[in-house]
């Protein structure tokens, strides 16, 4: 049995908007915080917001540089395609849309 980590990526403070990424989505009590304390997810350019901590310490671009940071978008729930066409509005390429 695999046991979840205590951060969903390899930067702990690294977390992503809610259904922008499956492996943050695992983790809605760090979600909630980061929404009660008004701090912006990685990649979130909200300025009435706090800045998200791994920008301030490393910049998107560095954050990105590294795939285990990147967000992940679900895949289509019939055969787990993942892709940009997912963030794009688009159809899975083998299911069509869902």
């Given at each position: 049995?695999?046991?979840?980590?205590?951060?969903?990526?390899?930067d702990p403070?690294?977390l992503?908007l809610?259904k922008?990424?499956?492996?943050?989505?695992?983790y809605?009590?760090l979600?909630?915080?980061?929404?009660?304390?008004?701090?912006n997810?990685?990649?979130?350019?909200?300025?009435?917001k706090?800045?998200?901590?791994?920008?301030?310490?490393?910049?998107l671009?560095?954050?990105?540089?590294?795939?285990?940071?990147?967000a992940q978008?679900k895949?289509?729930?019939k055969?787990?395609?993942?892709?940009e066409?997912?963030?794009?509005?688009?159809?899975?390429?083998?299911?069509?849309?869902f």
């Amino acid at each position: 049995m695999q046991t979840q980590t205590k951060y969903p990526h390899c930067d702990p403070r690294v977390l992503h908007l809610p259904k922008d990424c499956e492996f943050c989505d695992m983790y809605p009590a760090l979600q909630a915080e980061r929404i009660r304390d008004g701090v912006n997810f990685t990649g979130e350019n909200n300025p009435k917001k706090k800045p998200c901590p791994a920008e301030t310490a490393r910049g998107l671009k560095s954050i990105n540089s590294w795939h285990g940071n990147v967000a992940q978008p679900k895949g289509c729930p019939k055969c787990n395609h993942r892709g940009e066409w997912i963030n794009l509005g688009l159809t899975c390429p083998v299911h069509g849309p869902f």
